[in-house]
Every structure is written in structure tokens, then in C-alpha cells.
């Protein structure tokens, strides 16, 4: 069995009931895609080609996880609510309807209505039965322009919450090309908002959760990164050496607030598998974060092939990978079961 933890979604009547808040042509610009991208990422709402690519895949099923863009960006506080309970039904109605698809899915949640977002993630985890919460950072105020660090004290609530359900967050980056690679600039060119922005933005992320102490507050809190943890397995030494730095040479403050040395809480996230055809990468990934950590995701369907090619590219890298047949099997399905608490008897 192959369990798919980070496999796109945007249910139907989700995204209709988007267009006709804010219009097609606003979505797609948020969404940063044209008629072409449209055409190439159908999958995301159309099962009849989603399941003919999944039935290459014999022994294949998905965790439905949302699709951006994020909600605060889509609507008001107020609008956001209605907007994520629809989102949530359709996921837990087609966990329902296909249970040899979709073996669970993912809440998403108005995080531009903090309290209105704890009582969703209940109501989600609760009476829909899904298995996590999906949060998109930056944190977006209603301008793409004005984002907000993952770290704030109104999501404390949220990380306590999580960490009783002991059920993890699904961390996905995001980076607009608005926003420019240098002041004398009005734009990011060459598609490197995105290329290497949304790593770095996972990259930022995971850095202030660390810093900030929340993994200290929340020991138990559990956290997904996209493409296998970004920058930080490749550069963990740089982090040791910097923080080493900081402290000895300079008092860095900002290390008091934490207990432990800083990497001992980066190895505490998880990582995907989604850097398509790259076992170079996952065994970096593999040894930074160790087995138990790692879990086979696949970005479905953001390729040039309506999401075939982010599903076998990201087998292939696992079993190309020189470890042992039982690690593989943790990686593809047995860390999924323990960290979504899976029905065993649903993935059979």
C-alpha cells in the first residue's frame, strides 16, 4: 500500500461557490494561473481523470489535502467561515463515497477568523472524521502584499488544539511574484518567487516555530513539511554553526527562549517526498529527519502531466533509495497509519 499524504484537492462545489463570490479571473490570478495551467491541473476537481491516472497505481490511495489559493485571500472573515465548512463537507463526503480512493482528508480553515477557525477544526476532526489541518505561510491579510508570521500568539490556541488531538498540521509555502527579489524591482522574474520562494517560505516557517518556542509550549505538536523540509536537511550543519555563532559570539537572545539546541526541534517536523525524481535529496531528507519522519507525498497534480508525473517520479525516488525494504514500507504506509491514527482495516 501507498499512502499519498499531500494529494491536491479543490472539491467542485467549492470552487463554483468561489467564482461566484470573486470571479473566475480574480481566482485565477490568485491562484496564479492562466487558461493553460487551468487546463493541465484538472484533476484537482475532476475525479473521472484523477481516478484513471490513480489506476496506474494499483496499490495506490490519497490523503485529500486543499489546494491554495488561501482563504483569507479569497474572502472576508465572515465570508471565509461558509467558505472552509463547504470545503470541509466535500472532503469528508468523498472520503465517504470513495473509501479505496481517499483513505482520510485534511481541514482547511479561515485563518482570518481565529476563533471562528478553532470551532471549524472541531467540527472537522469531530463529526467529519478528517485527520489534520492544512495552514498556508505566510498568513495572508486581504492584500497578497501583507503576510503574517506563522508564530503569532492569536494561532497559539490553534497548536494547543492540535496538540490534544495529537493529529498534525500540513504546512504548504506560498509566494507571490509581487513581492520582488530585490528593492530596485517591482516584480520577481524568471518564476523565482515560486522555484525557490515557497522552499524558502517552509524554510522561514519551520525557523520561527523553533525560535519562537512553540515547540517547547506544545512538545506534542506535529507538523508536515512540503518538499521533504525545504532548505533544512541540506543546510543543517550551517544552522548548528550559525546559532554556535550567535550565542558564544554575540548572546543572541532569541536562543533563550528555547530549552534545547535549535536543531534538536527541526528534526521534531516530518517531510514529504514531493522533490519529484530526486533520491539524492530524500536520503538527504532521510538522514536529517530520520525514517520515522519521512512520508511518501506527491504534490498531486502540480506537474506537466496532470499528476502523473509527481506520482511516479516520487515512487521511483523511494525505491531507488539505498535503505532497507522495511524503511521503504514505513515511508510509503506505515508512517501514515501511525501519524493520521488510520484505520488499518480502511487501507486493506
Known amino acids: 500500500m501507498k499512502i499519498d499524504i499531500y494529494s491536491h484537492i479543490i472539491p467542485k462545489k467549492y470552487w463554483d461557490a468561489v467564482v461566484d463570490l470573486i470571479g473566475d479571473d480574480r481566482l485565477k490570478e ?15 476537481w475532476n475525479l473521472d481523470e484523477r481516478f484513471k491516472i490513480m489506476d496506474k497505481y494499483s496499490d495506490l490511495v490519497q490523503v485529500l489535502t486543499p489546494s491554495g489559493p488561501p482563504l483569507e485571500l479569497i474572502a472576508s472573515p ?70 503574517k508570521p506563522i508564530d503569532l500568539p492569536e494561532l497559539m490556541p490553534l497548536y494547543e488544539m492540535m496538540s490534544k488531538y495529537d493529529l498534525p498540521i500540513w504546512l504548504h509555502p506560498r509566494r507571490v511574484y509581487s513581492i520582488p527579489d530585490y528593492t530596485v524591482e517591482t516584480r520577481s ?30 512538545p506534542k505538536l506535529k507538523v508536515i513539511t512540503h518538499h521533504c523540509g525545504a532548505m533544512v536537511p541540506y543546510l543543517a550543519e550551517r544552522i548548528i554553526n550559525q546559532c554556535e555563532w550567535y550565542e558564544k559570539g554575540l548572546g543572541a537572545q532569541f536562543l533563550k527562549k528555547i530549552s534545547k539546541p535549535p536543531i534538536e526541534y527541526f528534526h521534531k517536523f516530518f517531510a514529504d517526498t514531493a522533490i519529484y525524481d530526486n533520491t539524492p535529496a530524500l536520503m538527504c531528507g532521510y538522514a536529517f529527519f530520520g525514517v520515522d519522519h519521512i512520508l ?37 504506509e506505515d508512517n501514515a497509519r501511525a501519524l493520521l491514527k488510520l484505520d488499518v482495516s480502511a487501507v486493506q
Open 30 to 44: 490568485l491562484a496564479g494561473a492562466s487558461n493553460i495551467a487551468i487546463e493541465r491541473t484538472r484533476t484537482l
Open 78 to 147: 465572515q465570508q471565509a467561515i461558509e467558505l472552509a465548512k463547504l470545503y470541509n463537507d466535500e472532503m469528508a463526503e468523498l472520503v465517504i463515497k470513495h473509501p479505496d480512493r481517499f483513505i482520510s482528508a485534511i481541514a482547511y480553515l479561515p485563518l482570518n477568523n481565529i476563533d471562528a477557525a478553532l470551532i471549524e477544526c472541531r467540527r472537522a476532526i469531530d463529526e467529519l472524521g478528517l485527520r489534520g489541518v492544512f495552514i498556508h505561510t505566510p498568513i495572508y491579510e486581504n492584500n497578497a502584499t501583507i503576510t
Open 189 to 218: 522574474k524568471y518564476v523565482i518567487h515560486q522555484m525557490f520562494g515557497w522552499p524558502y517560505e517552509t524554510t522561514v516557517a519551520m525557523a520561527r516555530l523553533v525560535y519562537s518556542g512553540v515547540f517547547d509550549r506544545y
Open 296 to 332: 511518501f507525498g506527491t504534490d498531486m497534480p502540480y506537474d506537466a502531466e496532470f499528476g502523473d508525473t509527481s506520482i511516479r517520479t516520487a515512487i521511483h525516488a523511494i525505491q531507488q533509495m539505498e535503505i532497507s525494504d522495511i524503511d521503504k514500507q514505513k515511508i510509503f
